[in-house]
């Protein structure tokens, strides 16, 4: 039997909210706003970007981070 797994909150900073934000938003041909390694990594950590590693390195969306971000419209 598996034990019940204690979901935390996840606490981002206001500039990661904030860059979690402007990921969302279509950008009609222009590449990604560009994230500084801290807060890349924040959001990588939280579960909510994906850095894809073939030449890019461009950063998307997850659903996590979709669904954090529907969750803040709602409140």
Request: no cysteine; charged share 20%.
């Amino acid at each position: 039997m598996t034990e019940p797994v204690d979901l935390q909150p996840v606490t981002l900073s206001h500039a990661a909210i904030w860059a979690l934000e402007r990921l969302s938003q279509p950008r009609y041909g222009r590449d990604t706003p560009a994230l500084s390694w801290s807060i890349t990594h924040e959001l990588i950590r939280a579960g909510f970007v994906a850095v894809s590693e073939n030449g890019r390195r461009a950063t998307t969306l997850t659903q996590a981070g979709r669904n954090f971000l529907l969750g803040r419209t709602r409140v």
